[in-house]
């Protein structure tokens, strides 16, 4: 079974971080830029997909910039077909709203301290609970792959964040924390070879600048 590990386009909180002010997480958009991006992420995963014998099973962020980065991928998927559906354990990390410029700052600098792992933001989430909703939705893949809903010559593509990316580096690869460095730009496409459910490699698509 092949997976892809998409990231979002470019968003307005990747441009100007003082977005993160005023739009909540779920609702910041993408630039013209990360419109263009998922576009040409939409040709790069076509070519991936072409001569797969299987089916393709799309799973997507319920976040809207990973909704409209889908529906730039979509749109330059052709003649693929797909089964589609969002999937809210694939969510961004929730940091909740920063009250100024200056608090953004201190937290930023008490997550350095503590370590971006365990880091929790108040009211929020800490890395460890995406690294739990990820276990969570492998298992799932996990059981569907068993039942045969899911077969060996089918893709699996998850339109995702980046650190929902890591995360799932940790858990295919059992890495620690500290090991599982990926390096994936916007709209880049992490391509892992899952025979039988066993993570053996991987490459990744990089967005030409």
């Not at 809207?64 to 589609?84: D, M, N, V, Y």
Request: glycine share 4%; charged share 30%; net charge positive.
């Amino acid at each position: 079974m092949k997976l892809c590990l998409i990231r979002h386009g470019l968003s307005k909180a990747n441009v100007d971080e003082t977005v993160y002010l005023t739009v909540k997480d779920h609702d910041i958009e993408l630039t013209d830029i990360g419109q263009e991006q998922a576009l040409l992420a939409g040709k790069n995963l076509s070519k991936e997909l072409s001569g797969t014998k299987g089916k393709t099973f799309v799973f997507v962020s319920p976040y809207k910039r990973t909704r409209q980065t889908w529906a730039g991928i979509k749109s330059a998927l052709c003649p693929i077909t797909f089964s589609e559906q969002e999937n809210p354990l694939l969510r961004e990390q929730e940091y909740k709203f920063f009250a100024d410029l200056e608090d953004m700052k201190t937290r930023k600098e008490n997550r350095a301290k503590w370590g971006p792992f365990w880091y929790r933001y108040k009211n929020a989430e800490a890395a460890t609970d995406v690294h739990q909703r990820v276990t969570v939705f492998w298992n799932y893949l996990t059981n569907q792959y068993l039942l045969g809903h899911i077969k060996e010559e089918d893709t699996v593509v998850i339109v995702t964040h980046e650190v929902v990316i890591r995360m799932f580096t940790m858990v295919m690869e059992s890495l620690s924390h500290e090991n599982a460095k990926v390096d994936v730009g916007n709209c880049d496409i992490k391509v892992c070879d899952l025979s039988k459910m066993q993570y053996k490699s991987s490459h990744c698509i990089k967005i030409k600048k």
